[in-house]
């Protein structure tokens, strides 16, 4: 069968009503990893949340096929719904699919925006969980990275998509470059090190857990819900874009106040763009400060401006699996340990 003519196929939503739904409310702990890939791996793209152009993806299809994969790309990828990929049926239907069609051995999301929240409840997961494959993303991402870590007990690869890949691979810096290439060398099983800026306001400390987080936005918008995430006994990663200073000060209190802050193993603050306070409004406090005041009478290493978020120089991060974080005088590593 011509895969690629099955997912442009009209195939009925599954219901989300009935059994599975139900059966999805219960608390799944998956002790199965999803297989690291081998030259020759598929590779589908699908966009559960804001729309994406052909012409934008094209450069990350051709960076993947040079590195050995073979790419599917989904019918998401050209429609648009508003601000989305096609309609909430549409995009559910799509990443279905792709979730439940054995010759695709990985998913990578075309990009973020939003969108994601309004079809994760609508996914049927009972044969990812007993056959799981590695799904590729950040921002909105966040959505369903939460999901499987920390629901399913399912890793996942936090890291750029799609629309994060330049058009023009002579502009790239050797960072920015290296980055892009993490998400292949996550794939393929490499033992990831990763280094963070050695800063006076980091907290020293070494610490081994599991890596959780993402964008903080869907974090708080998760609270509370099936998907929402789980922080003991973790490493913490959050970052976030286009935020104002106070808004995170109240996000940064809802991780307190809920408990997510508690029993951490560690916490990594990657990227913020922060929204300029308007004049007359000054918050009056760095995101240093916002985060050192949460966490201050905790004792677990904190690295801050790790190179993850939205930002050139974002990484790929194996979330759900063992990291060890060493913060020290003269250096900020992260050790991916599976």
């Known amino acids: 069968m011509d895969r690629k003519n099955f997912l442009q196929s009209t195939i009925p939503l599954l219901a989300t009503t009935g059994a599975f739904v139900k059966d999805q409310t219960r608390d799944l702990e998956s002790k199965k990893f999803p297989p690291y890939l081998k030259p020759g791996a598929t590779i589908g793209i699908t966009c559960p949340s804001g729309h ?32 989305f990929a096609g309609t909430d049926e549409e995009r559910a239907r799509e990443l279905q699919q792709m979730i439940d069609d054995d010759g695709i051995d990985t998913i990578m999301l075309g990009r973020g925006g939003y969108g994601a929240v309004r079809i994760i409840d609508k996914i049927d997961f009972s044969k990812f969980i007993k056959k799981p494959k590695w799904i590729i993303g950040f921002s909105d991402a966040t959505v369903l990275h939460l999901h499987l870590n920390c629901k399913l007990g399912i890793p996942s690869i936090h890291s750029k998509m799609c629309n994060s890949f330049p058009e023009d691979e002579s502009t790239e810096t050797p960072e920015q470059a290296d980055s892009i290439d993490s998400i292949r060398r ?5 033992k990831m090190v990763y280094t963070a800026p050695t800063l006076q306001q980091n907290r020293i400390g070494i610490s081994k857990g599991r ?8 974090i708080q918008m998760l609270c509370g819900s099936r998907s929402q995430i789980r922080t003991d006994d ?37 990227a913020f763009r922060i929204k300029e306070d308007d004049p007359g409004e000054e918050f009056g406090k760095s995101m240093y400060e916002i985060v050192m ?32 974080l060493e913060v020290k005088q003269d250096s900020a590593q992260l050790f991916s340990l599976q």
């Open 234 to 270: 973790t490493i913490l990663f959050i970052e976030d874009v286009g935020e104002y200073l106070y808004k995170l000060d109240g996000m940064m209190w809802n991780l307190l106040r809920s408990g997510k802050l508690n029993r951490l193993k560690g916490l990594i603050i990657g």
């Open 52 to 83: 994406l152009k052909m012409e934008e993806a094209l450069p990350c299809i051709n960076k993947m096929e040079a590195w050995g994969f073979k790419v599917v790309p989904g019918r998401t990828i050209g429609i648009r719904d508003f601000t």
């Open 211 to 218: 890596l959780v987080g993402g964008n903080l936005s869907i």
């Open 293 to 324: 005041e949460k966490v201050g009478k905790f004792n677990y290493p904190v690295c801050f401006d790790f190179p993850v978020g939205h930002v050139l120089v974002n990484y790929g991060l194996k979330c759900g699996m063992m990291h060890r």
């Open 186 to 190: 996550c794939l393929l099983g490499e």
